[in-house]
């Protein structure tokens, strides 16, 4: 004799449809906190190698699950609910890593923060506004802006490999060594140069990108805010 279950919760199970594309929102959720535990467990700069790979497959399959679900039609509530949370847990964690790791230059810092504090801020409204939170649709403005977010996060990452490549090739060499090799007075058999470019033009070009992204988050951010005032007021 088969079980009886109540209709509601056949309905529910229903609705949790695990497609392809939701599994990949959902491994790209569970890859956020990785990109952190690389730096716990491992040196560097294997751990920059590691989350750098990591969080542009995790960029990549934020692209490829939002496409597979409109090809496919297969765009789910669950995916709709998991996508966004995804995408601001990679970023969240992955900016809270660099900033660790980096020398807390508020050419970096400030940036961060706005886009932390209108991802937390977003987040919010959401959460209070509740069923009328559909009002509040994703703009075009806000995909470039997650998308730069993550490219910027990206090119900053290996930044980090850039640096410690070019650390492990300079030890055991002094200053005036380092010096003569940059500047062409002795070979540069290990490749110093365009080592410390890399790292130099990686720096540069991953922090412009931050500050556009930080730009576009913060004009999403008022943009969501105007568009809930009229269910911020108290009713009279």
Known sequence: M?????????????AMNWTIPNIL???????APM?????????????DWFALVLFVSAAITDWLDGYLARSWRQETKLGAMLDPIAD?????IALMVIIGFSSWSGWLV????????REVFVSGLREFLGDTA??????KVAKWKTTLQMVAIAVLFSQGVFEHYFGMSIMGMDESMVNAVLSGGEEDYL???WKL?????????????????AALTAITGVDYFRKAIPYLKDDK
Request: with cysteine.
């Open 2 to 14: 088969l079980p009886f279950y109540p209709s509601h919760k056949v309905a529910n199970c229903k």
């Open 25 to 31: 929102t959902t491994i790209r959720l569970v890859a």
């Open 35 to 47: 990109v952190a535990l690389m730096f716990l467990y491992f040196t560097r700069p294997y751990a």
């Open 88 to 92: 601001k847990a990679m970023v969240v």
């Open 110 to 117: 400030l940036p961060a923060t706005v886009i932390l504090f």
């Open 134 to 139: 559909g009002t509040l649709k994703v703009t």
């Open 191 to 193: 490749g110093l140069g």
């Open 197 to 213: 470019k890399g790292a130099q033009w990686a720096g540069q070009i991953g922090l412009i990108l931050l500050w556009i992204a």
